[in-house]
């Protein structure tokens, strides 16, 4: 049968189970746009490319699946580049389509040309630019099994004009294989042996789990590891969720914004069970103090991860989930009594606390919570508001906290709660934003009124680029250079207003429990404009460079 | 930092921007590649490309990894010394050779077993090949002749025996 490219676009996404595909139109993609809006997917126009690419991010972060994004050549294909490097920083599943000139014209400097494969090379797990119709079905097939086995991320197909155009009768064949491509799945019996031995004869271990436990779907796992093996867990970032975290056994999250308790664990520790987690150096500090007591097991699918900052001493790779389950096997059950009333007593000594005489943002956060449910989906922008809902939220399942945790991107969070409320209906979805972020992609409120898609946002608006304010604060003698907003920060109520959403401003703390309430009550998205004590600092707080138990500020 | 010299051979596809990708690798650190040859394998699907850079063991051990994750690469190996293979360099040599020093010049390519190509009325060209060191003493035996261009390749090596990357 003979078919276009753009139908064999159409026909190779349909048969991968996609549903959904965030898409902004362009010259050399109306024949695509063309053939996908008849078809079964349902095409969402985002009001900004980078709004396109976060929202496919959101979508695969809350559901599991690959998200889709779609753009026109040269601008369209340089808008997603935040976009994309955010979902490759976090191993995010995506497939990023975008225009290109037609063939002949490539490297002419044609219109709309942009070389996107080599501006989006190291930011891609792989990127292809398809010149023959021939190979387009094949080449879709690859682009999908590479974005979601393994260690995921975005894989990019550029799709030339005349590419989607032009007419192929072949079948697209089954299977897939790629030589050079064969993710090491199953670990190394010795190294799970080596791990369960040294977990036995640990007398203070800690897990310190990151979002791959949540990619393997391992969360099952890491609950029984910590309870048939006795171990305190904490978890980075975007590991939250991967344990509940009312779980006795959770210290909370770690690192540069950790719990003194977690961090006070790691250090004292003689093992540490790192499970998909990196040891980026927001969780480390400085590498040479990091957790000097430690002998260190690893286990991650991604080799490059292992050794790469903190010399680990039995590596695992491999799929966590299977791995776990191995190790669980031969877990000896072991007291620790010692190491787990030394860590009550942290708990006791070192709440995590603020003062509630003004409107706070910890008690904005702790209300969001306390009207969530389990399944609630928690986007954040990046910053001061990213922290206090990682520290005060509660997270209770995998796969319901979205935030850019590798690349720190601002004006991520109310795209990707977009995202995921289109792969998520039915349930709650809060972006916990700044007035700084929440402006880098506001235009995306089109889009959530457009489609009825009733995201509700918290601006946690301190009129400051509070993160960076906070640093200078801290350590530039309160030189407030180019961070105050204030002066001209938008009417938020009314720009939420004027795109047809529900807008309301709070600015007691006690009208913060009906504002929260009033919102989830409400059928269509809301933005909650919450004035906060504009000098609120995010603490406990490691400086940049310190190890991690010199932490500074809300110490009890 | 221990800038020790590392020889790494890539097998990858035969594909547009592989190599692209693999240099992209050294280029995102600030890192040299101070030789680099690219070519055919026995299989037409398959380049070898071999590599010569200067770095720090654990930076090296590092883009090894991230090299073997790449999807167009199929297998990576670092030779090592006390390891049992051959390196080959390949030089084209021009040199002032007048009348009167032309018997001396093939003279000493002769000792290295270096092939005249070309002959001028005023210049000889020389082909060499064979490990660096060998390749460097004759190029320092040709400078008081005056070199007038040379270019060399990129090194390339391959194990003895059996074994095969
Ligand atoms: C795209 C982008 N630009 C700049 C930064 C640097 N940055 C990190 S946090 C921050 C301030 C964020 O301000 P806001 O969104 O108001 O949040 P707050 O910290 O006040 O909660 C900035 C500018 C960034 N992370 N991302």
Known sequence: MQRKGAEILRDVLIDAGVDTIFGYPGGAVIPVFDVLVESSIRMVLPRHEQGAAHMADGYARATGKIGVCLSTSGPGATNL???????????????????????????????????????????????????????????????????TSGRPGPVLVDLPLDVSTSSWDGEI????????????????????????DAINSSERPVIYAGGGVIIADAHQELAELAEKGN??????????????GDSPRFLGMLGMHGTATANYCI????????????????ITGRIDAFAPHA?????????TSISKNIRVHIPVVGDAKSILREVNKLL?????????????MWRAKHPMTFKENTLKPQYVVQEICRASREDTIIATEVGQNQMWAAQYYCFRRPRTILSSGGLGTMGYGFPAAIGAQFGCPGRLVWDIAGDGSFQMNIQELATAVGYNQPVKVAILNNGFLGMVRQWQELFFNKRYACTDLMANNPDFVKVAEAYGAHGMRVTERDQVRDAVEEAVKTEGPVVIDFRIDREENVFPMVPAGEAIDRMIGGMA | MDDKRHLISVIVQNKAGVLARVAGLFSSRGFNIDSLAVGETEDPELSRVTMVTRGDEAVIEQIRKQLNRLIDVLRVHEFRSGEDYVERDLLLL??????????EIMQVADIFRGKIVDVGVRHLMIELS????????????????????????????LARGNKSV
Request: no cysteine.
């Open chain 1, 81 to 147: 580049v935040t976009g994309i490097a955010t979902a490759a920083f976090d191993s995010v599943p995506m497939l990023a389509l975008t225009g290109q000139v037609k063939t002949p014209l490539i490297g002419n400097d044609a219109f709309q040309e942009a070389d996107t494969t080599g501006i989006t090379r190291p930011i891609t797990k792989h990127n292809y630019l398809v010149k023959d119709v021939r190979d387009l079905a094949r080449t879709l097939k690859e682009a999908i099994h590479i974005a």
């Open chain 1, 173 to 196: 064949s089954g299977e897939v294989s790629i030589p050079g491509y064969r993710p090491n799945t199953v670990g190394h019996v010795r190294q799970i042996k080596a791990a369960a």
């Open chain 1, 231 to 244: 171990i305190p867990v904490t978890l980075t970032l975007l590991g939250l969720g991967a344990l509940p």
């Open chain 1, 267 to 282: 250090q004292e520790s003689d093992l540490i069970i790192a499970i998909g987690a990196r040891f980026d150096d927001r």
């Open chain 1, 295 to 303: 002998k260190i097991v690893h286990i991650d699918i991604d080799p």
């Open chain 1, 332 to 344: 000896k059950p072991v007291e620790r009594k010692g190491w787990f009333e030394r860590i009550s």
């Open chain 2, 94 to 103: 021009r040199v002032n050779a007048p009348p009167g020093k032309r018997g």
């Open chain 2, 130 to 157: 064979g490990p660096e060191s060998k390749i460097n003493a004759m190029i320092d035996l040709m400078r008081p002749y005056g070199i007038k261009e040379m270019v060399r390749s990129g090194r390339i090596a």
